[in-house]
């Protein structure tokens, strides 16, 4: 693995489903971030996570959960999903959060999810 | 609120030279990014500005006025590969990317 992965690459999910985008990163990064993408509007926040076992809400996060049981997992759950969820999801790390300095931000491939 | 404006698109000609800008209004400022973003795929990092002036990078460059809170990304000898979007996002002062909607650079033979 070099970088972040994300699975799947894409998924058509009936309304009403449960559904868990995985997420992991081999770069020992201490912050991890999931970020939908809509057309016309910009990358919005979801959750993020600043370390392990630890995690907060972003600008958009009813409908989702996370969990941070390690460094390199930040999975997202849609508890039960609705059309409005469909869209483009994006993981993302970054070496730190608050300890200033550049800490850029490096992204997935993305998961592309349809909710019918 | 917070605001990131963004032309929508763009068109240039390659070899030419393009700038695309970037607005913002954010409560507080801990650095100002550019990504780029090719069709179906993640966003790239380009450049990163937190002081005013030019940052330079190849063919790339970025300028930041932090009191007109004003960006520019300048792209020169534009090539085809260069057709992509273009993300120009704010660190706030909770340490978050605000993200603008991103511009599309169309570019012409």
């Known amino acids: 693995i070099a970088g972040i992965t994300q699975a799947p690459t894409s998924q058509i999910l009936a309304a009403g489903r449960r559904m868990t985008l995985r997420c992991t990163q081999d770069m020992r990064h201490n912050a991890m971030y999931w970020y939908r993408q809509d057309l016309g509007l910009g990358l919005r926040l979801i959750h993020y996570s600043n370390t392990a076992g630890t995690t907060g809400k972003g600008e958009v996060p009813d409908g989702y959960s996370v969990s941070r049981a390690n460094t390199d997992d930040f999975p997202l759950t849609l508890a039960s999903a609705v059309p409005s969820q469909t869209s483009v999801y994006f993981c993302?790390?970054?070496?730190?959060?608050?300890?200033?300095?550049?800490?850029?931000?490096?992204f997935g491939p993305g998961t592309r999810l349809t909710v019918l | 609120g917070q605001n990131i404006d963004q032309p929508t698109e763009m068109t240039a000609t390659e070899g030419a030279i393009v700038q695309i800008n970037c607005t913002y209004q954010?409560?507080?400022?801990?650095?100002l990014f550019w990504y780029q973003q090719h069709a179906g795929e993640a966003p790239t990092f380009l450049s990163y500005n937190v002081l005013d002036g030019l940052e330079e990078k190849g063919r790339f460059s970025s300028f930041l006025s932090r009191s007109k809170g004003y960006s520019y990304l300048l792209l020169k000898e534009l090539q085809m590969k260069d057709s992509a979007s273009y993300l120009c996002?704010?660190?706030?002062?909770?340490?978050?990317?605000?993200w603008g909607a991103g511009t599309k650079l169309i570019i012409k033979p």
């Open positions: 996002a704010v660190r706030d002062s909770n340490y978050q990317l605000i």
């Open positions: 993302a790390s970054s070496d730190s959060v608050s300890g200033g300095g550049q800490d850029t931000q490096y």
């Open positions: 954010t409560s507080g400022f801990n650095g």
